[in-house]
Nanobody
Framework: QVQLVESGGGLVQAGGSLRLSCAASGRTFSTLAMGWFRQAPGKGREFVAAISGSGDATYYEASVNGRFTISRDNAKNTIHLQMNSLKPEDTAVYYC??????????????????????WGQGTLVTVSS
């Protein structure tokens, strides 16, 4: 099974930027759709962005559209989430996820997200005012 490890979280001021990374191992990376979710304090896990195995299709949650960009480097078995114009409400633990079917990621909700093929342990992003 694929294993995922996130990195890149930290503390940033509102308006700043961070780039999260997720390294995958244990499976052919290019065949996997990948995505990012986040869980803010006191809230459920929320879909953020998804990308197809080839990188030809991307999906974003409305609140991050235009500010965040998901990308992948299949040669390095890695995906990234470039987060610009960060807001305090972006504060959350960000999780990387993988699945063989792209729609299972971008359509995931609280009752389905846990069924995805793999999850990382999360990386904390804190945005201060």
């Amino acid at each position: 099974q694929v294993q995922l490890v996130e990195s890149g979280g930290g503390l940033v001021q509102a308006g700043g930027s961070l780039r999260l990374s997720c390294a995958a191992s244990g499976r052919t990376f290019s065949t996997l759709a990948m995505g990012w979710f986040r869980q803010a304090p006191g809230k459920g896990r929320e879909f953020v962005a998804a990308i197809s195995g080839s990188g030809d299709a991307t999906y974003y949650e409305a609140s991050v559209n235009g500010r965040f960009t998901i990308s992948r480097d299949n040669a390095k078995n890695t995906i990234h989430l470039q987060m610009n114009s960060l807001k305090p409400e972006d504060t959350a633990v960000y999780y990387c996820a993988a699945d063989s079917i792209l729609s299972r990621i971008w359509a995931a909700r609280d009752d389905t997200a846990s069924a995805l093929d793999a999850w990382g342990q999360g990386t904390l992003v804190t945005v201060s005012s």
